[in-house]
């Protein structure tokens, strides 16, 4: 089965943040994806594909842009229903909204539908891989894999890990947690395209018992990866001094536990002390990029450039419902204003990367999906930078490709996203 489907390409070539950010990419204006077998054959231009592939079938998506699918590396589906909750910051915010509504999905039924109304929300913003966390029940980890398999989208999630300082219904034990994660790896890592992330929320929530059991798992499958929350907000920070005060830091206490490395990805990372620093580029151990969220519950600057400039792999985030949009365009535009505001404005080809590229490295699927080149899976979105009337104005000024996407970087949402393609599937 050979798909043929034409539009205008970006292909991105390398990572726009080691060298000139024009230099990182190929624009088509006229080009075109063939897909097979659910793999992305080829790359190029139209009419040397439809005369070397006459048999493919033909979907043509006009002056749409074709890129590959946003990759949204850290993300809470179970806060689908509060996004948006106001004026708490972190621990507030976590007990007064998250906490109770993670409650509710220790019912399979409610966790199903809202694992399907999120993968609506994804593919509605042209996100075809997102790596979740789930509730500390393995029931909300079960329906969130499930609904994902039955759509045949490389996705990755894992059951929280929380063992402490959160209510008694969303608390597992070292020995639980450890346990219902290791069935959960055994029942879906590497089944069709999904993989079990070990996820022990944050410092605050696991005692130590609780992050020794995480890290035994991830030296046991050192091929599944692991999720936590890293250096949000100062009063979080303080609280992790408090209740480890022999680690000389918070990554630290991660690091003990051999939770840092290349398979390790570290949400918000925002108020590093320079041996954090240190140790995240000495370990390549990657950090989420969470714009709107560290906006929304007032976290602070991600220094991007600092952490990128070190060597240290970053992807970007959503982090629903602390991140304020389910749309990796708004992200980028969040991630464009914060950059802007630590006075280095990042290049959209920057921003594209961190969204698809960089998102997929820090996952450790860089191989696999990311960027629109042959042997990559054919997760595809095709995006109209034209589809408000403010992006058809803006786009009469447009002086160049990068103009006319950063407008919609700017300007756009999921009105932007035509199409989906997921594995070659079409889902939208
Ligand atoms: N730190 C621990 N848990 C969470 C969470 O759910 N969201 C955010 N933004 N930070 C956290
Ligand atoms: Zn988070």
């Known amino acids: 089965m050979k798909t043929l489907i034409l539009g205008r390409t970006l292909t991105m070539d390398a990572d726009p943040f080691h060298a000139a950010p024009e230099t990182c990419a190929t624009w088509r204006e006229a080009g075109g994806v063939l897909v097979e077998d659910g793999i992305i054959a080829a790359v190029g231009e139209a009419d040397a594909l439809r005369a070397a592939h006459p048999d493919a079938a033909v979907e043509d998506m006009g002056d749409a842009l074709l890129s590959a699918g946003f990759v949204d590396c850290h993300v809470h589906y179970p806060q689908t229903a509060i996004i948006g909750a106001w004026g708490k910051r972190l621990i507030d915010w976590l007990n007064g909204y998250t906490f109770p509504e993670e409650l509710r999905f220790k019912d399979p039924v409610y966790a199903r539908a809202q694992a399907e109304t999120f993968l609506d929300l994804l593919a509605l913003n042209g996100t075809t891989t997102a790596c979740a966390y789930c509730t500390v029940h ?77 890290g035994a798992l991830a030296a046991e499958f050192p091929d599944c990866p692991v999720q936590t929350h890293l250096s949000e907000q100062p009063d979080e920070i303080a609280w992790v001094r408090e209740l480890y005060p022999d680690d000389p830091d918070y990554l630290g206490v991660y690091e003990r536990h051999g939770l840092t490395g290349p398979r390790a990805v570290m949400g918000h990372a925002i108020h590093l002390t320079p041996r954090e620093h240190a140790h995240l580029a ?46 990796m365009l708004v992200t980028m535009r969040a991630a464009y204003e914060i950059s802007q505001l630590r006075g280095a404005p990042m290049h959209p080809a920057q921003l594209m990367w961190l969204a698809t590229a960089g998102s997929a490295g820090a996952l450790g699927l860089g191989d696999r999906i990311g960027r629109l080149a042959p042997g990559m899976e054919a997760d595809v979105i095709a995006l109209d930078l034209r589809a408000t009337p403010a992006l058809k104005a803006r786009a009469e000024r447009s002086e160049n490709p990068w103009h006319g996407l950063f407008g919609a970087m700017i300007l756009g949402d999921e009105r932007c996203v035509s199409a989906v393609w997921s594995g070659g599937r079409r889902l939208r």
């Open 138 to 214: 393995p029931e909300s980890a079960e329906a969130f894999f499930a609904a994902a398999q039955a759509r045949g989208l490389r996705m990755v999630a894992g059951k929280v890990m929380m063992d402490r300082n959160a209510p008694e219904g969303l608390c597992d034990t070292p020995e639980r947690g450890a346990a219902e994660t290791r069935a959960l790896i055994e029942a879906w890592h590497g089944v069709d395209r999904l993989q079990v992330a070990i996820t022990p929320r944050f410092a605050p929530t696991s005692s130590d018992a609780q992050l020794a059991a995480a």
């Open 282 to 327: 000495a370990t390549k151990t990657p950090v989420a990029h969470c714009p709107t969220s560290n906006t929304f519950i007032g976290s602070g600057l991600c220094d991007v450039a600092g952490l990128k400039a070190a060597g240290i792999p970053v992807g970007l985030a959503t982090d629903t419902g602390g991140g304020s949009s389910f749309s």
